[in-house]
């Protein structure tokens, strides 16, 4: 394949990123004396370096591309769109594109969560979930209600609420003191479960919604406002729910009151087989918080789906509480409803919807659901054929996203230590699967993992592809421990 750099372009590129560009979570100097990887086109499931050299994106860029890359169709309408009405915000007011986009995605999304909030991001959604959930109970008599519960390990954002909210203590330490409120319940990691439910997954999932249960009576349910949970976690290397985990939390959430946010900013528009990862097992939300996919990334794009409940008090007034000698009663709504405090400029950018428009009409006209359905059976069978390595420990996830345990040892589910994993992940493994031409994440923020997430329009050539790139490069892995 040809390239339009050439030499003299690249080192000049190289020089400019090494002296202005910061890279997102990246150790930089690790660069002093090595190049920055370039990608500079993508077409379908591949992306090329400066090089012209092929990469099989297996992470979908970071979990976005679900379309894949190089769809003239999806370039154009943002082309026309840009011409046509570059900007405007939705404060006060509305374009066509933001209208025709909430309702498609109203349509799509399960029961009732009418009603889309637009922001650009999904660390700008999951925070604005936070803050509707907070000034929803303000507004309905119930300002004592602001804490969120989320899982450990999970990954939820980097902006000061949406860090509160995530599970991770290496990244949130240096800004630490993060805005009150954060509790942390059990994941849903099975492999590594608790011995008194280790043999029995569903008693494990009830263990761990009881776990939920157990968070809000010791924090108090007066006090607590939402919990955030992915359909299926990313971090730590994709744990899906145990069988009945989701009905029993939703249960719990009504009975306490708390709001049940889905956060789907990678789970969503395809991810799992569904547009929406609660489809898929079966559970309604209060909230929905999504980003990534929307779009595929051919234009940034998050926002939050709410239900008709939660957007009340926004319409129709203020409840107002009588208080009785044993309890609040007689809520009823008057004056003015409140308003939303809060907002971002370019939330619901009208190129960005538009973008969202067309990628929707390709999931559409290529069926990419049903693609998703059809082929990942032969997906998770591809990758369990790795197995048979005595490096991999388990491999897990549901629909286009996957999850692979790296052990020490397999028969005694041993992990690496830090050195190690430090050695294997960053001295080894990104690099060693990037030069064999594989786009993934070595991820060590939980036990060692690797995670997949491919194109949804991957079929059984790009699976044979990952599982023979990852055969040979944790092969040698193994032999360098
Ligand atoms: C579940 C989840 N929530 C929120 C975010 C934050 O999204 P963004 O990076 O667009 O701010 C991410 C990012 O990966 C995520 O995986």
Redesign the pocket.
């Given at each position: 394949m040809s390239t339009p750099y050439g030499p003299d372009e690249i080192a000049a590129l190289q020089e400019k990123a090494k002296r202005h560009l910061w890279l997102h979570f990246t150790r930089m100097s690790s660069y002093a004396d090595a190049d920055i990887p370039l990608i500079v086109r993508g077409e379908g499931p591949y992306v090329y370096d400066q090089h012209g050299k092929r990469y099989l994106d297996g992470l979908a860029g970071?979990?976005v591309s679900q379309i894949g890359h190089g769809r003239t169709e999806v370039a154009e309408a943002a082309a026309r769109q840009a011409s046509e009405l570059a900007y405007f915000p939705l404060w006060s007011y509305a374009h066509p594109q933001a209208i025709e986009l909430a309702d498609r995605l109203a349509n799509l999304a399960p029961g009732d969560l009418n009603r889309v909030f637009f922001t650009s991001?999904?660390?700008?959604?999951?925070e604005s979930a936070w803050k509707l959930a907070k000034q929803y109970f303000r507004t309905t008599g119930e300002p004592a209600r602001y804490k969120v519960l989320s899982r450990s390990i999970?990954?939820?954002?980097?902006?000061m609420g949406?860090l509160a909210i995530t599970g991770l203590p290496g990244i949130k330490e240096p800004f630490e003191p993060l805005p009150p409120g954060g509790v942390r319940v059990p994941n849903t990691n099975f492999y590594r479960a608790p011995a008194f439910v280790a043999d029995d997954i569903t008693a494990f999932g009830g263990w761990a919604a009881d776990e939920i249960e157990r968070a809000i009576l010791r924090e108090g349910p007066e006090s607590v406002a939402a919990i955030f949970l992915?359909p299926c976690?990313?971090?730590g290397g994709c744990f899906p729910p145990p069988p009945g985990y989701f009905p029993r939390v939703r249960e719990i959430c009504d009975r306490y009151g708390v709001l049940l946010v889905s956060?789907?900013?990678?789970?969503a528009f395809g991810r799992l087989g569904y547009y929406f990862g609660a489809e898929r097992y079966h559970y309604q939300p209060d909230i929905i918080?999504f980003?990534?996919g929307v779009t595929s990334g051919y234009a940034?794009l998050?926002g939050m789906l709410v239900t008709d409940r939660l957007m009340e008090p926004f319409i129709r007034g203020q409840q107002s509480l009588v208080q009785s000698d044993t309890h609040l009663e007689e809520r009823h709504l008057e004056g003015p409803g409140a308003t939303f405090l809060h907002g971002v400029t370019f939330a619901g950018h009208p190129v960005s919807c538009a973008v969202a428009m067309a990628n929707l009409d390709v999931f559409e006209k290529e069926n990419l659901l049903a693609n998703v359905r059809s082929n990942e059976g032969a997906f998770r069978s591809t990758l369990e054929k790795l197995t048979d390595l005595p490096i991999v420990g388990e491999v897990r996830g549901d629909g286009y996203f996957y999850g692979i345990e790296l052990v020490k040892d397999k028969s005694t589910r041993l992990t690496f230590d830090d050195d190690e994993s430090e050695r294997l992940l960053r001295g080894f493994l990104s690099q060693a699967l990037f030069d064999a031409g594989l786009v993934c994440r070595a991820d060590d923020r939980g036990d060692p993992v690797i995670q997949l997430s491919p194109p949804l329009v991957c079929t059984q050539e790009h699976f044979d592809e990952m599982e023979q790139i990852l055969r040979s490069v944790l092969t040698e892995a193994w032999r360098r421990i």
């Open positions: 970071l979990f991001s999904g660390s700008e959604a999951v999970a990954y939820h954002g980097t902006s949406a992915e976690q990313n971090s956060d789907e900013v990678i789970c918080t980003a990534k940034p998050g």
